[in-house]
């Protein structure tokens, strides 16, 4: 009997662990965490757990962000989602392409720009980018 018992606390031990290291049910995040992912609920159970490990990642740091860094962050989403489908994806496919130099010097150009200088960063970047197919 004790040994069965063991046997029984070292198997839930054993499954604990595991799911310990597998990416969380939807409804078992805390709820700002469900709030910044919302756009991807829907998704979530058939996204790949290591993109759902980034995104609670990438949320965790969202959380932890000055206001004004939020805000620049939410704009920056805004603008890249009111663009039409095919142009979000030539500005991935762009970025993909570009060198960790190239994609740097443009995150410090960014940075230090104020919110005009950003828009007309913007604007250049679709302008240099292939004009979209049918």
């Known amino acids: 009997?004790?040994?069965?018992?063991?046997?029984?606390?070292?198997?839930?031990?054993?499954?604990?662990?595991?799911?310990?290291?597998?990416?969380?049910?939807?409804?078992d995040l805390p709820a700002s965490t469900r709030q910044l992912l919302a756009p991807v609920q829907a998704q979530w159970d058939k996204l790949p757990e290591e993109r759902q490990q980034r995104l609670l990642k990438r949320a965790d740091a969202y959380a932890h962000m000055p206001p004004e860094q939020?805000?620049?962050?939410?704009?920056?989403?805004?603008?890249?989602?009111?663009?039409p489908p095919e142009r979000r994806q030539a500005l991935r496919r762009a970025w993909r392409q570009m060198s960790a130099e190239r994609q740097e010097a443009l995150r410090q150009q960014f940075r230090q720009a104020n919110k005009e200088q950003r828009q007309a960063l913007r604007q250049q970047l679709l302008e240099q980018l292939p004009p979209s197919g049918p």
């Open 1 to 27: 009997m004790k040994a069965e018992r063991r046997h029984a606390l070292l198997v839930l031990l054993l499954a604990g662990s595991v799911y310990a290291h597998a990416a969380p049910r939807w409804e």
């Open 70 to 83: 939020q805000q620049r962050l939410r704009e920056r989403f805004q603008w890249f989602m009111s663009l």
